[in-house]
């Protein structure tokens, strides 16, 4: 089956550090580009960071320099990073799959919570 | 405050036709044909249901369609069906700087 399963959320507190992970299945991992986008309770979706087949990364400005995504394509598994974790990155951290070359997510993970409180 | 402008709610009834507008700039909706629509019923992960503006993917009904003009990227839904009540969001490629935004998203009900 052709899926993406998140794991790695949890509660943390302000300024701590959380490490997501994204199994994938089904496919060839290794040929995509893969996505982190997440979710604030109620709120839209925002995109988080982005790896590309060759390795390069991308980030918004809400992010960089706190958050790192890696990908590890012998264990078909992506990864993000997440330091200096404030209250606004509290949300539901999705995957999510980008063929190379193309604009669209053509398949997302469930998702996994990441709260930040004290 | 999103990126791309979506009204927060939209209605209507079974085998009627609904619009949903997604409003950005000239820097992303304006400049490229890479905007993407996505439903999402509560609690599950999206679901694309359109993409280079007008593009359905394999097993999406061909009651959603999508178009676009000048800054305004709209996804419309005919012969409304109560399992199409969801959340939706437009997503458009906006350049290198921060190369993906998306809207606020929709909520659609059946009503």
């Known amino acids: 089956e052709v899926q993406l399963v998140e794991s790695g959320g949890g509660l943390v507190q302000p300024g701590g550090s959380l490490r997501l992970s994204c199994a994938a299945s089904?496919?060839?991992?290794?040929?995509?580009?893969m996505h982190w986008v997440r979710q604030a309770t109620g709120k839209g979706l925002e995109w988080v960071s982005a790896i590309g087949t060759a390795g390069d990364t991308y980030y918004p400005g809400s992010v960089k320099g706190r958050f790192t995504i890696s990908r590890e394509n012998a264990k078909n598994s992506l990864y993000l990073q997440m330091n200096s974790l404030r209250a606004g990155d509290t949300a539901v951290y999705y995957c999510?799959?980008?063929?190379?070359?193309?604009?669209?997510?053509?398949?997302w993970g469930r998702g996994t919570l990441v709260t930040v409180s004290s | 405050q999103s990126a791309l402008t979506q009204p927060a709610s939209v209605s209507g009834s079974p085998g009627q036709s609904i619009t949903i507008s997604c409003t950005g700039t000239s820097s992303d909706v304006g400049s490229y044909n890479l905007v993407s629509w996505y439903q999402q019923h509560p609690g599950k992960a999206p679901k694309l249901m359109i993409y280079e503006v007008s593009k359905r993917p394999s097993g999406v009904s061909n009651r959603f369609s999508g178009s676009k003009s000048g800054n305004t990227a709209s996804l419309t839904i005919s012969g409304l069906q109560a399992e199409d009540e969801a959340d939706y969001y437009c997503?458009?490629?906006?350049?290198?700087?921060?190369?993906?935004?998306f809207g606020g998203g929709t909520k659609l009900t059946v009503l």
């Open positions: 089904g496919f060839t991992f290794s040929s995509y580009d």
């Open positions: 999510a799959r980008v063929a190379t070359m193309e604009w669209y997510f053509d398949l």
């Open positions: 997503c458009s490629y906006a350049g290198s700087s921060t190369p993906w935004v």
